[in-house]
């Protein structure tokens, strides 16, 4: 499959500090892009997506920023919280892949109080 | 949304034996999709499950070690076959959202341990 991978394993911040996580990916064929969260024992939850017509997409408290021309992607959170605290994902995918994603290692985040 | 629900959601097994683990979905998905993720590590797809016809795997997985049935469109199952301790993973089941490019759900997950 793909190739998605993570810059950082780890990352700790301040409660109250923005943090940044960022992935790298292989497939330049990908249009689609999620950043997932997983907390511990249970399964990857969705925080946002971003199509590859796009450069920026904000959420609540969360912004995604995709750089096609170097195949970067990543996931700011703001004000980040304790209960930020998990593993982060991001997810290639979409039509051009058969709706199949392929998942980056993973950045675990803690957030100190 | 989709709610999907896995069973067993943890096992304990003895080498050499299989587990067949279920993946019910409360809607009618289309595309249904088994992932590894191995401790420590990301989610790896295994397969794509197919209603109607068998599943394709991914490089490096194969149907004798884990074979697939997807008899409908809300529920599938995988089969972890002749287990090894190296196949202690958590196994998720995912589906595809409505509509081409969007989010894919997950299961909680299975934690397989074999010993």
Known sequence: ????????????????DNSIINCAYSNSASDYFIWYKQESGKGPQFIIDIRSNMDKRQGQRVTVL?????????????????????????AEGGENTGNQFYFGTGTSLTVIP | SAVISQKPSRD?????TSLTIQCQVDSQVTMMFWYRQQPG???????TANQGSEATYESG?????FP?????LTFSTLT???MSPEDSSIYLCSVEGTGLNTEAFFGQGTRLTVV
């Open chain 1, 1 to 16: 499959g793909e190739s998605v991978g993570l810059h950082l394993p780890t990352l700790s911040v301040q409660e109250g």
């Open chain 1, 66 to 90: 995709l750089n096609k021309t170097v195949k970067h992607l990543s996931l700011q959170i703001a004000a980040t919280q304790p209960g930020d605290s998990a593993v982060y994902f991001c």
């Open chain 2, 12 to 16: 304990i097994c003895q080498r050499g």
């Open chain 2, 41 to 47: 590590q990301s989610l790896t797809l295994i397969a």
């Open chain 2, 61 to 65: 997985f194969v149907i004798d070690k």
């Open chain 2, 68 to 72: 697939i049935s997807r008899p409908n």
């Open chain 2, 80 to 82: 972890v076959s002749n």
